[in-house]
């Protein structure tokens, strides 16, 4: 099977724009799920998706939203980007039951 | 609320020494208990995971890990370092039965492997 898929891979945007970032699961992973990595905070929880439901969300703003297809796809989006939004943004899919998260490369994004 | 430890954000090891890198955990349900490696540039990939079976868990690359209860620990440990396993290792919980598969991490061990 092809593994978990994000795309692009970088992206440069400038304070005040708005990103949206894509993750293709595993095939027949329905669960998705987003993480922020940083040298400061480390890995961070954003939120988790699973049959199209948001069925947990971490500890951000409201200018970080996802949303996921009815094919298990799902996008991210941050809004009015800051400095501090700058990071590897990692998306992992897992099989139902198994509790093994596969992650994909990520998306490395900076904020200018 | 979960959280992980981490103990020692960079490791070094000598070529063909055995690695140990140490987490502990909390948890106020049982954990399922993960062990990811992170090369350069590029996303996690899943070395082991513990989930109420056999507490000696053996992975991929001759690395295992115990799960302790008593000491709530879950250390990787590998018998011969080889230059490859240069990289960071994250330990991560997750509370079974709770129906969500996110994962807490720790804040990572960075191992480098002397020649």
């Known amino acids: 099977k092809a593994g978990v898929t994000q795309t692009p891979r970088y992206l440069i945007k400038t304070r005040g724009q708005q990103v949206t970032l894509s993750c293709s699961p595993i095939?027949?992973?329905?669960?998705v799920s987003w993480y922020q990595q940083t040298p400061g905070q480390g890995l961070q929880f954003l939120f988790e998706y699973f049959s199209e439901t948001q069925r947990n969300k971490g500890n951000f703003p409201g200018r970080f939203s996802g949303r996921q297809f009815s094919n298990s796809r799902s996008e991210m989006n941050v809004s009015t980007l800051e400095l501090g939004d700058s990071a590897l943004y990692l998306c992992?899919?897992?099989?139902?039951?198994?509790?093994?998260?596969?992650f994909g490369p990520g998306t490395r994004l900076t904020v200018t | 609320a979960q959280s992980v430890t981490q103990l020692g954000s960079h490791v070094s090891v000598s070529e063909g020494a055995l690695v140990l890198l140490r987490c502990n955990y909390s948890?106020?349900?049982?954990?399922?208990l993960f062990w990811y490696v992170q090369y350069p540039n590029q996303g996690l990939q899943l070395l082991l995971k513990y989930t109420s079976a056999a507490t000696l868990v053996k992975g991929i690359n001759d690395f295992e890990a115990e799960f302790k209860k008593s000491e709530t620990s879950f250390h990787l440990t590998k018998p011969s370092a080889h230059m490859s396993d240069a990289a960071e290792y994250f330990c991560a919980v997750t509370e079974s039965g709770a129906g969500s598969y996110q994962l807490t991490f720790g804040k990572g061990t960075k191992l480098s492997v002397i020649p």
């Open positions: 095939s027949g992973h329905r669960s």
């Open positions: 948890s106020s349900v049982p954990p399922y």
């Open positions: 992992a899919s897992t099989e139902r039951d198994s509790y093994e998260q596969y």
